[in-house]
């Protein structure tokens, strides 16, 4: 049943109702009505990544769409927890209100950092003061980075931390090395055949690519999204081209299928 009072041009009022509608036992979906913060994180996580490709492709008309698709998570949270009795929307609203401007002294206070190097480093010394204020007392360099981000950009993020406690490679050279210590390593897991050792050996070259990058100033999940991106037009550029020939591209040996790469990759640097 329509509710005659949500009408075009829409608000951020009424997503808010809209939300509460389909959430409310007597008028709402079902399937709304079934979900948890549990449920619904990995949407939130979905939809947070589809924002970044809509970014990443510079679609400036479908980024809207997915921006409020994001923004539907937030609101559908918002409302799980006014249903359980834990937090409003004007909670969250109110608590990110608060730390913008507690995180922007020379914006909204009277501190005089200039320079965005002077600024990020005191972003970061009031988050520790932020972590350091809260209940669960934990005073690792390292408390607070989330366990569900991405474990290249997590990586990323543990290898930061420790760097300001000065356990850090200064010299990209010395990770390099790291690597190919890291490769025979792998190597001596493989002759093993311990699949659990591989894998341990496989995440500790992936944790110093990822330490690589940082050192190099490359975010090492862009990097990454780049690098599949790159795939996928090759490779479908090779499907392509054989069925111009009328090749089936799956049923040739693994030589000429890299000739087709080769052919790609040549073309591409035309």
């Known amino acids: ?137 934990d005073t690792s360099a390292l408390s607070g980075i989330a366990l569900a981000l991405p474990a290249l950009m997590r990586a990323e993020k543990l290898q930061k931390r420790a760097a300001r406690t000065g356990f850090d490679w200064i010299n990209p050279k010395d990770i390099l090395d790291k690597l190919e210590e890291e490769k025979a390593e792998i190597e001596e897991a493989m002759a093993s055949e311990d699949q659990t050792h591989i894998e341990e050996e496989i995440g500790d070259l992936l944790f110093v690519v990822a330490n690589l990058a940082r050192r190099l100033k490359v975010d090492p999940e862009i990097a990454l999204r780049k690098a599949n991106s790159k795939f996928e037009r090759r490779f479908r550029s090779m499907e392509t081209l054989a069925e111009a020939r009328s090749v089936d591209f799956s049923s040739l040996p693994l030589e000429e299928q890299e000739a087709y790469w080769q052919q790609v990759k040549a073309t591409e640097h035309d």
């Open 1 to 137: 049943m329509t509710d005659d009072t949500l009408q075009p041009p829409f608000d951020f009022d009424d997503l808010l109702q809209i939300m509460k509608q389909l959430r409310t036992p007597e008028t709402g979906c079902a399937w709304d009505l079934e979900q948890s913060f549990e449920t619904i994180a990995p949407y939130t996580i979905e939809e947070a990544y589809e924002v970044a490709d809509a970014i990443e492709r510079r679609d400036m008309k479908d980024l809207p769409e997915e921006l409020g698709d994001l923004l539907l998570q937030v609101v559908f949270h918002a409302q799980i927890g006014m249903d359980e009795g834990h937090f409003s929307i004007k909670d969250v609203t109110q608590a990110i209100c608060e730390k913008m401007i507690r995180r922007h002294p020379h914006v909204f206070g009277d501190a005089a950092q200039k320079t965005s190097d002077q600024q990020v480093a005191n972003w970061e010394s009031i988050k520790a003061a932020e972590r350091a204020g809260k209940t669960e007392i």
